[in-house]
C-alpha cells in the first residue's frame, strides 16, 4: 500500500497562496519557492492564475526536476515553455520512493486530467472499445473519446485498424448474447433481437444483471488479449455442461467457441514462443511528430495494435518510457504482459518494471533485444511506425502549405496554429443554436468543440436574427478576458490566432462590434466566408480578398466553415427532436422541465407516456400518485 507524506493540503483544496503573477515575473518569490522544494522522491503540481492544475510530473529527486523548467526554455518543448509561463504556484508531495511517486502520478493525472499532460490525452485519430461497467447492464462501444465516462467504465485502445475494430464488435455480437440497441425499441416485450437468441433481453430485465455482467466479461477479455484464455474457460463449461446431459448449453457454448476460433484466424501475424504474453513498442520520428506502435501479442499471435502520437523534444526512450507509464496506468493486472519489447533502452525502466509487477502480482521483463526474433519483431514494429510516420508527414505537408496560403491571403505573421469557425443554424428564428469548431495545425480538435443555445429573447420563432446570435454567442467565448484581465490572452492554448464567422459583410460587423466594445480587436484576427463564392472579408473592408476557390488557404477555410455547419446543423436537429418530444408535456400543469426529462428517459416516448397506468407513472422519480394522476387525466379526458 502506498502511503506519502505531502507539503499541503492543496491538492484537495484551493491554495490560498496562488496569485495571478506568474512565478517567472517574480523571481524573488520563484526563488525561494524552488529553495522549499526538497531533494526527494515525489510528485510535482503546477498550478495557474485560476488556480487550475496544469501539469503533474514525477521525479527522483524533486528539487532539481522542478528547477530545470526554470533555467533555460531552450531545452523545453513549445507546449511546456507555454505551461511554464502560466505557472504561479508549485505544490509537491513527498513519497518514500520512486515506484511510489510513479503510481501516485498516474493516479493524479487520472483523476486531474491536466491540460499540459497530453501526450495521450488528446489524440483523436484512434478509436476506443468502452464498456461502461458503471452501468447494472454494460454498453460497448466504439468512441474516439478516451476517459470521458464515469470512473468505472473501462477503455480498450487506441486501435489502429478502425475496420478491424468494427468486424471484431460485430462479431462478438454475433457471438454472444449481448445488448443490440442503445434503446428500447418496445416499450413492454422485447424486440426480434430477443427471440432470435442475439439479445437476453436486457430492455425488459429478462435477465439478472449479474449473469449479464459475466457475458461482457468474457468480451472484455477478448479486447484484453485473452482469447486463448477465454477458449480454455469455454472449453471446460462446455464438457461439463456435456457431462450434466446440458446438451442444449453444451452446443450454444460449442457455437461460442467456434466463433472465437474465426475471430483468431483473422490474424495475419503468428509469432514463436506462444507462452509468453509481451508487448512490443517502437517509433519512428521526425523534428515534429513521433509516431508510436505497440503490438499485443498473446498466445503467439497479434491480438491488438495501438497507436500513439507524442513529441519529439524528448529522447526516443523517454517517449516511449512516457506512453507506456500512460498506457498501462488504467489497464487491468491481467492485461500486462509478462515481457515488454522496447526498441530503446528506457531511462527509468528497472522502475517501470517493479510498478508494473507489483501490480501483476508476478515479474514484469522490459528488454531492449538486439538479436534473435525479439529482435526481428522489433523491427517490424518500427517499420509500422514508420509507414505511420510517412501518412502523418503527408497529411501534415497537405495542412502546412494551407496554413502558409492562408497567412498569406491574410499577411499573418504567424501560421494560424488555432483557427476557430461559427455558425448559427436555426429555422426560421426557432430553436436558435451556434456552433464553435477549432481546427488546430489544419486538422479537426473536437475536444475543444462547443454548442451555444441561442439565449436571446428577440430571437424566436418566426423571428431570426443571425447577427444578434453571432454577436451573443462571440460575447460568450469571450468575456472571460475582459472579466479577468489577468489571463493571458497571445500565446494561451484556448486564444485563437484567427476566427472564421460563417457569412458576409454583416455578419462579421455584428462580430467586430462586439469585440471593439470588449476591448480584443487588437489582439484578435477575424474574417467571414461567405458561401456563394466562397469569398473572403475583412473587418471594414467592403470588397473581398482576391482569392481563387481552389486555393490551399481558401480550401482550409471551407472545411472548417463546413465541418461548423454540420456541427451546428446537428446540434439544431437534436433541439428540435426534443422539443417535438416535451411539447405536449409542457401542457401539463405542474409538470416542469426536469419531470419531462425523467418520464422521457424511463418510457421513451410521448405514446408509451399516454398508455401508462397512474401505478406505472409513480414509477418515476419525482413523480407522486398526485401528480401521475393529472398526467394520466390528461392524456385520458372524460
Known sequence: ????????????????????????????????????????????????????IIYIGKSRKLRSRVRSYFRDSQQLSERISLMVK???????IVTDTEAEALALEANLIKQYQPYFNVLLKDDKKYPYVCITWSEDYPRIFITRNRRLGKEKDKYYGPYTDARLLRDILRLSKRIFALRQRPQPLFKDRPCL????????????????????????????????????????ILEQQMQRSADELNFEAAARIRDQIAGLKSLGAQQKVSLPD???????????????????????????????RLGFVADTRAEPGAILQRVLEEHYQTADSVEIPTEILVQHELPEGELLAEVLAERKGRKVSILSPLRSSKAELIEMVERNAEYELQRTQRLGDRNAQAMEDLAAILDLPDLPHRIEGYDISHIQGANAVASQVVFIDGLPAKQHYRHYKIKNPNVTAGHSDDFASLAEVIRRRFRKYTESPQLQRVGNPDWPDLIMIDGGKGQLSSVVAILQELNLMEDLRVVSLAKQREEIFLPCESQPLPTEMEQPGVQL???????AHRFAVTFHRQQRSDKLRRSRLEEIPGLGYHRQKQLLAHFRSIDYIREAMPEQLETVPGIGPRLAQEIYDYFHPT
Open 557 to 563: 477555410l471551407r472545411r472548417l466553415r463546413d465541418e
Open 193 to 232: 433481437n430477443y427471440d432470435l437468441g442475439r439479445c437476453p433481453g436486457v430492455c425488459q430485465g429478462l435477465i439478472p444483471p449479474e449473469e449479464y455482467r459475466k457475458t461482457v466479461q468474457k468480451v472484455a477479455m477478448v479486447f484484453q488479449g485473452r482469447t486463448q484464455e477465454l477458449l480454455e
Open 274 to 304: 506462444d507462452t509468453v504474453s509481451r508487448d512490443a513498442i517502437a517509433l519512428a520520428a521526425d523534428e515534429k511528430h513521433a509516431c508510436i506502435q505497440l503490438f499485443q501479442i498473446r498466445a503467439g499471435q497479434l491480438v491488438g
Open 1 to 52: 500500500m502506498i502511503e506519502q507524506k505531502t507539503s499541503t493540503s492543496a491538492v484537495e483544496q484551493p491554495s490560498s497562496r496562488v496569485t495571478s503573477v506568474p512565478l517567472l515575473k517574480d523571481p524573488e518569490r520563484l526563488t525561494q519557492r524552488l529553495k522549499e522544494i526538497p531533494p526527494e522522491p515525489g510528485v510535482y503540481l503546477m498550478r495557474d492564475a485560476a488556480d487550475h
Open 86 to 92: 502560466q505557472v504561479t504556484e508549485i505544490e509537491f
